[in-house]
């Protein structure tokens, strides 16, 4: 397993964007895929967005064209960018690295969209 320590949420108004930050303690570059889940009080833990090791990505059809994940095998960082948020994009927000089956989480990021 490795560590991961996620770090960048914060208040932000309807529209406004944030920058989430999961910093890995090992080898990004050797995990499977690399990915965000949010969740909020009383709903399951669900996944955002992932990035495979080859670089290909997925999200979910709410965060599309929105959202981007992106990642840094250098620094061993994984970055969610979000834009024009909204205020159901409230949440949570865990990074998660999977590796032939040994699954990490992180202690997660607070997200708050609003007024």
């Known amino acids: 397993q490795v560590h991961l320590v996620e770090s960048g949420g914060g208040l932000v108004q309807p529209g406004g964007s944030l920058r989430l930050y999961c910093a890995v303690s090992?080898?990004?570059?050797?995990?499977?895929?690399m990915s965000w889940y949010r969740q909020t009080p009383g709903k399951q833990c669900d996944l955002v967005a992932f990035?495979?090791?080859?670089?290909?990505?997925y999200f979910i059809n709410s965060v599309k064209g929105r959202f981007a994940i992106s990642k840094d095998d250098v620094k061993n960082i994984v970055y969610l960018d979000m834009n024009n948020l909204n205020p159901e994009d409230t949440a949570v927000y865990y990074c998660?690295?999977?590796?032939?089956?040994?699954?990490?989480w992180g202690q997660g990021t607070q997200v708050t969209v609003s007024t």
């Open positions: 998660n690295a999977y590796r032939l089956g040994d699954i990490s």
């Open positions: 090992r080898g990004v570059f050797s995990m499977d895929t």
């Open positions: 990035i495979s090791r080859d670089g290909s990505t």
